[in-house]
């Protein structure tokens, strides 16, 4: 004969908006757990252009959403006007199961190996601020 314990299980569910940062389209992936995206290896003064795309797995919208601040030389958002990038999609809001792009670019002015975070911050919709993002790699040669 055998004796199982039982223990009631309770939660509180959230009804929060919860960011995912991917290089993948169609897919959240898995963010930042695949450790830093690569941009791999380009030439000095090139340029390589990434695409990643934001994914709301939350339960409302996010509210606020922008630039974190993350992201340094020699990555930089495609183009000239900053956040999301010149062919991005993401505004200040981004509905529940939504997604939208950011578009980021690598250029090294110098050989070497160089990293960065891209890095958004949003409202959680319950009156929270949330941070996102995803550690980018690449190496100038």
Same mark, same amino acid.
């Given at each position: 004969?055998?004796?199982?314990?039982? =223990?009631?299980?309770?939660?509180?569910?959230? =009804?929060?908006?919860?960011?995912?940062?991917?290089?993948?389209?169609?897919?959240?992936?898995?963010? $930042?757990?695949?450790?830093?995206?690569?941009?791999?290896?380009?030439?000095?003064? #090139?340029?390589?252009?990434?695409?990643?795309?934001?994914? =709301? $797995?939350?339960?409302?919208?996010?509210?606020?959403?922008? $630039?974190?601040? #993350?992201?340094?030389?020699?990555?930089?958002?495609?183009?000239? #006007?900053?956040?999301?990038?010149?062919?991005?999609?993401?505004?200040?809001?981004?509905?529940?199961?939504?997604?939208?792009?950011?578009?980021?670019?690598?250029?090294?002015?110098?050989? *070497?190996?160089?990293?960065? $975070?891209?890095?958004?911050?949003?409202?959680?919709?319950?009156? *929270?601020?949330?941070?996102?993002?995803?550690?980018?790699? *690449?190496?100038?040669?």
């Amino acid at each position: 004969m055998s004796t199982y314990a039982s =223990n009631a299980l309770t939660a509180t569910a959230t =009804n929060r908006a919860y960011l995912v940062v991917s290089e993948l389209s169609g897919s959240p992936g898995c963010g $930042d757990a695949c450790g830093p995206f690569q941009f791999g290896s380009v030439a000095v003064t #090139g340029t390589l252009t990434h695409t990643f795309t934001i994914y =709301n $797995d939350g339960a409302v919208s996010t509210t606020t959403l922008g $630039d974190g601040g #993350g992201l340094g030389a020699p990555f930089a958002y495609e183009g000239s #006007g900053g956040f999301p990038g010149t062919t991005g999609t993401c505004g200040s809001v981004l509905a529940a199961g939504a997604t939208c792009t950011v578009v980021v670019t690598f250029e090294p002015v110098a050989t *070497g190996t160089f990293t960065s $975070d891209l890095t958004l911050t949003y409202g959680d919709g319950l009156g *929270g601020s949330l941070l996102a993002g995803r550690e980018l790699a *690449g190496t100038g040669q």
